[in-house]
């Protein structure tokens, strides 16, 4: 088979433009259409979707099928197109496909036109607002690739390989074909070849095949293989690796016999500046950053995540928990996929899994997300048969994020999310059309902002009634796992409780990774912990977020809001204080320092349960000079030490955290903490350095050169002479490139009214950051120019 890149050549409008005869804007696949639409407090959205109108578009390439294509058949596969696919080809309609997350494949062989011009045409839906509860972004998102297959083939899916056993290394290779004939598989370690097999078909055969010596694949060591299977002129080539997954109650999760806690962060699919694009090289930059962060595992929140992330994770060594949907048969919001899934979902887990089956780096599905539908009998009757359906095919655990207060909270008419409410949404979206009106929260808006206000144990407290256990019970006993969001004050009574149940933190707050992470070192049962979120993302605006008003002037969440300001890392990529705080909890650091913003301490900021400190490692704060602040110790040791240019501030004890708090006058120096056994015997110190007085625009590349297929990062920051941040120096920073182009450009806050495809930027706290795609092979010259001057930087692209 051949798998040709299909991205360039295509145009694509605004559907209602095409119909008034306008023209059609080339562009380069993938792309996120609805990052270009203006945000309003119109938007249907709101703030759900980062205030974004939603439009429905069309996209077209056309195109000469050669005469050698004769005879074979072939297909145009999409990764992801969001959403509500229409497929034309020459002028016939193929295919209609709702889902907007999975892949789909359209045969075109008996519609081509050999040796003539053949027209493509897809029609993306996202009109129908409001359809998500976060940004879902719209149109060609993911790559398309074309499909070209000799007459006598392979199923399309037609290779899967499964470990058998990981101690002497085996594995099985699954084949299927619809004709006869000889099957070649080969298994490859680069340039060497471990293993060569015929075998005959047609129909489904299983080859089991011996690799002695080969190695495992594992977080620490991601080994992968090649296994290439011919089949006459039909040529495939599947990555796989060498691993077994045991996961019980008494063992825990393993990864080849060895226990592993899944030190785990939620992620929405968008990437940041790109938006919902998902460029492959911006995909694995997202998991390298959570794994710098110390995370292990992710969970992709709520949906099917791209084939290029999966990829990375294969890689690098991240293991994924692979989710399939945010709703069920209730609406979350009035136009999702709750119209669809009850007539589709055994179609859809096909797709998954015959898509993600031979990626090591998948070890759980996860059928759904906080869906009520868990506390109902219908929906009970629903998890098992998915779970079962599931089993069929894959052997993979299966979990499910359940919100468990809302399980209870459904069963006495207070549903957070109900068709009742999506309806009511909606209502208010049409009433605000032509309006400025702010938009009345209802449903998982209403509870998020509940949330902020009362805190994180709103929603803990709540998963600790009986009734939340009676409405959960039932459910989680058709699960392989039973996920728990934000229930992390149930654990120790359903150790006892529930001894055979294995429990998966399957969303979680940041300040309770300390207390999971002592929890889970004494009992196997509790395999991990997913926090809410690894890294921040577009939409649920201000969720997450604690910012002061030179940031965001109103707290509202109106339409100058853009992302949830729940991660760890911003929506740049950039750590904060919490990211070293879990670091120091997951014991991957032994100390850490951060520092409440010195010139807005105490004031007042944006509400959140999501946020547990709005620190940050740096000890430069110039101006503020004499005023109080607070500083954060993130350490574990018996007792912890403060001292500010040798003067010692204070001494405190950790008690049931590794977190302590001093108050301290802010004076530039060097800021220390010690952290000390029970014998006094110093165990870990690390500091903070103020910077110098003098200020300058830095240009910082993530890379020094890079590929024609990759993009390239770059961070723009104040410092001082010697490269320390000065984060309350800000000002705007316009961007140009040669040689290259400015796909995105901005700054982590949550607040931002200008948005990511201008060509000029405020800071946050001292940084900003560009997203630059090379032209070709040569060198890129970006040029960033601020009040303080002009400063460049060449970047090589081979």
Same mark, same amino acid.
């Given at each position: 088979m051949q798998k040709i890149l299909f991205?360039? %050549?295509?145009c694509y409008t605004r559907l209602e433009n095409a119909g008034n005869g306008g023209e059609l804007q080339p562009v380069a696949l993938p792309h996120d259409a609805m990052l270009a639409e203006p945000r309003t407090p119109e938007s249907a959205g709101g703030t759900n979707t980062g205030w974004f109108v939603g439009s429905?578009?069309?996209?077209?390439?056309t195109f000469t099928a050669p005469a050698e294509w004769a005879g074979q058949q072939v297909f145009v596969a999409f990764e992801g197109v969001y959403h509500r696919a229409e497929v034309w080809f020459n002028g016939e309609q193929l295919l209609f496909f709702p889902n907007g997350y999975l892949p789909f494949r359209v045969e075109l062989t008996r519609y081509l036109r050999y040796g003539q011009q053949n027209t493509l045409r897809v029609i993306a839906r996202n009109a129908d607002q409001p359809n998500s509860r976060w940004y879902s972004g719209a149109g060609i998102y993911?790559?398309?690739w074309l499909l070209l297959l000799p007459q006598k083939h392979l199923a399309l899916d037609g290779v899967k390989i499964r470990t058998r056993d990981y101690k002497v290394p085996s594995i099985e290779v699954e084949l299927c074909a619809s004709c006869s004939g000889e099957a070649c598989v080969e298994i490859l370690d680069g340039e060497t070849l471990l293993s060569r097999q015929m075998v005959s078909l047609p129909g489904q055969v299983s080859l089991p095949l011996n690799l002695p010596g080969a190695q495992l694949w594992s977080p620490e060591h991601p080994k992968r293989y090649l296994c290439r299977v011919r089949f006459g002129e039909d040529?495939?080539?599947?990555?796989?690796g060498i691993r077994q997954i045991q996961c019980d109650a008494k063992g825990g999760f393993c990864l080849n016999g060895q226990r592993i806690i899944l030190r785990g962060a939620c992620i929405h699919h968008d990437n940041g500046l790109l938006g919902a694009v998902s460029h492959p090289f911006a995909e694995e930059r997202k998991v390298r950053l959570l794994m710098q962060a110390g995370y292990n595992a992710i969970r992709s929140a709520h949906n099917a995540c791209s084939p290029a992330l999966l990829d990375a994770c294969?890689?690098?060594g991240m293991l994924v928990v692979d989710e399939y949907a945010d709703m069920w048969y209730i609406h979350k919001t009035r136009y999702d996929y709750a119209d669809y899934l009850p007539e589709r979902w055994r179609e859809d887990l096909e797709?998954?899994?015959?898509?993600?089956?031979?990626?090591?780096?998948v070890v759980m599905y996860s059928i759904g997300n906080e869906v009520s539908e868990t506390a109902q009998k219908r929906g009970i009757a629903l998890t098992g048969q998915m779970v079962d359906y599931l089993h069929t095919m894959d052997d993979r655990p299966v979990t499910c994020g359940v919100n468990i207060f809302f399980n209870f909270l459904s069963s006495l008419g207070l549903g957070v999310y109900s068709d009742k409410n999506a309806e009511k949404e909606a209502r208010q979206a049409e009433k605000r059309k032509g309006k400025s009106q702010k938009k009345k929260a209802v449903g998982s808006e209403?509870?998020?902002?509940?949330?902020?206000?009362? &805190?994180?144990?709103?929603?803990?407290? %709540?998963?600790?009634?009986? &009734?939340?256990?009676?409405?959960?019970?039932?459910?989680y006993a058709c699960m392989d796992v039973a996920g728990y969001n934000y229930g992390i004050n149930r654990y120790p009574k359903d150790f006892r409780r529930y001894p055979d149940r294995v429990i998966l933190g399957s969303e979680t707050f940041c300040a309770d990774a300390y207390r999971f992470w002592e929890l889970a070192k004494q009992h196997p049962a509790l395999i991990g912990d997913f926090v809410w979120s690894g890294m921040d993302y577009i939409g649920e605006c201000g969720i997450g977020a604690w910012e002061y008003k030179d940031y965001a002037p109103e707290f509202d969440h109106g339409a100058g809001w853009l992302t949830a300001g729940a991660g760890r890392l911003d929506i740049t990529g950039r750590p904060n204080g919490e990211a070293a705080y879990t670091q120091v909890a997951f014991e991957l650091s032994p100390i850490r320092i951060g520092v409440v913003p010195a010139d807005h301490a105490g004031e007042p900021h944006s509400p959140s349960a999501w946020r547990m400190t709005n620190t940050w490692e740096s000890w430069s704060w110039n101006g503020c000079e004499g005023k109080k602040t607070q500083v954060e110790v993130y350490a574990r040791g018996s007792r912890v030490a403060l001292f500010l240019n040798g003067e010692k501030l204070g001494e405190k004890v950790p008690k049931g955290d590794c977190r302590v708090v001093f108050p301290v006058t802010y004076r530039p120096g060097v800021l220390m903490a010690v952290a000390y056994d029970a014998d006094g015997n110093e165990l870990h110190r690390t500091s903070l350095q103020s910077a110098q007085g003098d200020t300058r625009l830095a240009l910082c590349p993530e890379q020094a050169a890079v590929t024609p297929e990759e993009l390239c990062y770059v961070r723009l920051r104040y410092t001082d002479s010697q490269g320390t941040l000065k984060p309350l120096t800000r000002g705007r920073i316009h961007v140009s490139v040669k040689g290259g182009a400015l796909l995105g450009l901005?700054?982590?806050?949550?607040?931002?009214?200008?948005?990511?495809?201008?060509?000029?930027?405020d800071t946050y706290y001292g940084e900003a950051l560009a997203i630059v795609r090379p032209d070709g092979p040569g060198t890129m010259q970006i040029t960033a120019e601020s009040r303080l001057g002009t400063v460049q930087a060449e970047i090589v692209c081979k």
């Open positions: 991205n360039q %050549g295509w429905d578009y069309l996209y077209e390439k993911r790559s398309v040529v495939r080539e599947e990555w796989f294969d890689r690098l797709i998954l899994v015959n898509r993600d089956f031979n990626h090591p780096a209403f509870f998020n902002n509940l949330a902020g206000l009362a &805190g994180s144990g709103f929603m803990k407290f %709540g998963a600790t009634l009986h &009734g939340s256990d009676v409405k959960t019970r039932d459910a901005g700054n982590g806050c949550p607040y931002n009214e200008t948005g990511y495809l201008t060509a000029s930027t």
